[in-house]
Every structure is written in structure tokens, then in C-alpha cells.
């Protein structure tokens, strides 16, 4: 068995039954950004980290389903699975989730029909596709018909209008969810702001609502990623580089929690988790993962 073990942040003998965990597992979630690729702080120019290519096209061959969960909405979850497919990724239409794909879910179940998207394209097509009638934060908004909901993402152009806007909704009863709650996102230029929380932020000093997440670490993201392909919470391996999203989300759901340093993450960075908090497994990177899987499943090197 490999040595599983050398992070301080794994509980002694806790690596044993990771290894073990891995062998058992049905599935895989992958953080983006950091995880399989890094582009800039636009998304632009994604690039694959090592291995990332390799472990999802060992993961088809094992008949392991996975989706890739990005907090990015710069753009719709089928543009992201275009971009990936344009630089070697081989994945299915419905691959990749964002934010938007697990609000649509909450939406639903709540019966927010109609919603005030602070965000482009990434949020509004995709939740227009579920049914959603979303009101970009420019438009007008008609009298007499409310606002069930306010949605947070990316969204660089946000204004004091929209604010206003946002603003006026809640105070009208709707309901004010983000996206994320990151300060940062991993890029080729290092950390970028996001935006949603800064956003969310905003409204909630000014109208002193709570804010709901419907990204990453949310319960409600690795559902949505567990029903799209089908396999139970507890059987699935997240997989990311941010002590803030992904680990804490595996244990939420009791999944195997994988950290990588790829991307904000390094050797420290979850050292502030508490021992049974913090990852299963904390390896170099995706290229790292790939061996450890076949390891595990006593596949032959080579």
C-alpha cells in the first residue's frame, strides 16, 4: 500500500480505511478549477493539471460515473463540458454541475418559480432550462409579479442598481441565495476573488437576511451531483483543492473526502480542520489519485 499516511492532517490508522474506502467507492465528484484544470480568473484558456485527463478516462473504463462540480457560473454547465472536451477531457453532455444546476433543484423543491439572477448567461440559461423564470438584475421588474428568490453568482459588472434591485426583493419576501461563499478561486495567475459572497454580503448588511448556499460545501450541490449520476453519497469520492468546499461537503454527505495541492491548496492548507473533519486522503494531485486507484483495485503498473 502506498504511504497514505504522511500527511499530518490523516488520523493515525485513518489511512488503512481510506485505502480500503477507495477500493469500495461507485463514483467520483471533481472540483474544476485547481482539481482537473486552471484557466484564468475568467475560466479562460483551461488547461489539464497532470493526471486529470488520465483519471476520468480510467474512471469510464471502470464503469465509475462521475461529474466535475465547478462553483464557477461564468458559464452554462454545457459550455464548461464543451471547453473541457476542446482540450482532451472525453465526458457525456450532462458531466459537468455548477451552482446553477443544484439551485435549479432547490428551486424546484421550494417553489421559487420566479428569480432575480445576479449573474450572465452561466445562471439565466440554465435555470430558464429548468423552468425557472429568471430576471436578469437589468431588466425592469414588472409590478405585481414578486420575486420568490434572489440568486448570487459571478458577476463582475454588479452595480448599485442591482443592488437596489436585489435589495427591494428581499425586503418584498424573497428568499437571497449565493452561489459560493469562497474569498478565492484557483487560477493560472494564482487566487481570484469570486464574487457571489461579496455580493451576498452586501444585501445581508443592508437587509439583514440569511443567506442560503447552493454551491460548494452545500448539502444540496453533492446531492444534485450524487442523483446525476445515480450513485449514494456515501459511496462517492470528492475530490478537490479547497479546504472550504469540497472536504467539508464529503464529510456532510459521508463521502470518502480526497484533498489535492494542485490549486489553493498546499501541504498546511487543511491543517486548521479538526483530525476528524479533514480529508481521508491528501495526495499531490489527480496524477497521484490515478495511482493510489489502481493500487487499490490491484491493477498491475503499467
Known amino acids: 500500500m502506498p504511504d497514505l499516511a504522511a500527511s499530518p492532517d490523516i488520523r493515525p490508522g485513518a489511512a488503512e480505511t481510506a485505502y480500503r474506502r477507495l477500493r469500495e467507492i461507485r463514483g467520483f465528484v ?24 488520465e483519471i476520468t478516462r480510467w474512471a469510464a473504463r471502470q464503469g465509475l460515473p462521475f461529474a466535475v462540480f465547478t462553483n464557477g457560473t461564468t458559464k452554462t454547465p454545457r459550455e464548461y463540458t464543451r471547453e473541457l472536451r476542446a482540450i482532451g477531457f472525453e465526458l457525456p453532455d450532462d458531466a459537468v454541475l455548477t451552482p446553477a444546476s443544484s439551485a435549479a433543484a432547490v428551486f424546484a423543491r421550494r417553489a421559487h418559480s420566479r428569480v432575480l439572477v445576479l449573474g450572465g448567461d452561466g445562471l439565466i440559461s440554465p435555470l430558464r432550462a429548468a423552468g425557472i423564470d429568471a430576471v436578469p438584475a437589468e431588466a425592469s421588474l414588472p409590478g405585481g409579479q414578486p420575486i420568490d428568490a434572489v440568486l448570487a453568482g459571478w458577476y463582475p459588472s454588479f452595480s448599485l442598481p442591482a443592488l437596489e434591485a436585489a435589495c427591494q426583493a428581499v425586503w418584498s419576501g424573497a428568499a437571497l441565495y449565493s452561489c459560493s461563499q469562497s474569498v478565492f478561486f484557483a487560477t493560472t495567475q494564482g487566487r481570484a476573488i469570486g464574487t457571489s459572497r461579496a455580493i451576498s454580503a452586501m444585501i445581508r448588511s443592508l437587509t439583514g437576511c440569511r443567506v442560503r448556499l447552493v454551491g460548494k460545501p452545500s448539502l444540496d450541490a453533492l446531492r444534485t451531483a450524487a442523483d446525476r449520476i445515480g450513485v449514494r453519497p456515501a459511496d462517492l469520492a470528492v475530490v478537490g483543492d479547497d479546504p472550504e468546499l469540497e ?21 498546511g492548507s487543511f491543517s486548521h480542520l479538526p483530525r476528524e473533519s479533514g480529508p481521508h486522503l491528501h495526495l499531490r494531485g489527480v ?6 486507484c489502481r493500487q487499490a483495485r490491484g491493477e498491475r503498473a503499467g
Do not use: Y
Open 30 to 53: 471533481f472540483d474544476l478549477d485547481g482539481t482537473l484544470v486552471l484557466g484564468d480568473r475568467h475560466n479562460h484558456g483551461l488547461t489539464p493539471l497532470p493526471g486529470a485527463l
Open 287 to 292: 496524477d497521484e489519485l490515478l495511482s493510489t
Open 247 to 267: 472536504v467539508p461537503m464529503a464529510h456532510r454527505g459521508h463521502a470518502l473526502a480526497i484533498a489535492v495541492m494542485s490549486g489553493l491548496g498546499d501541504a
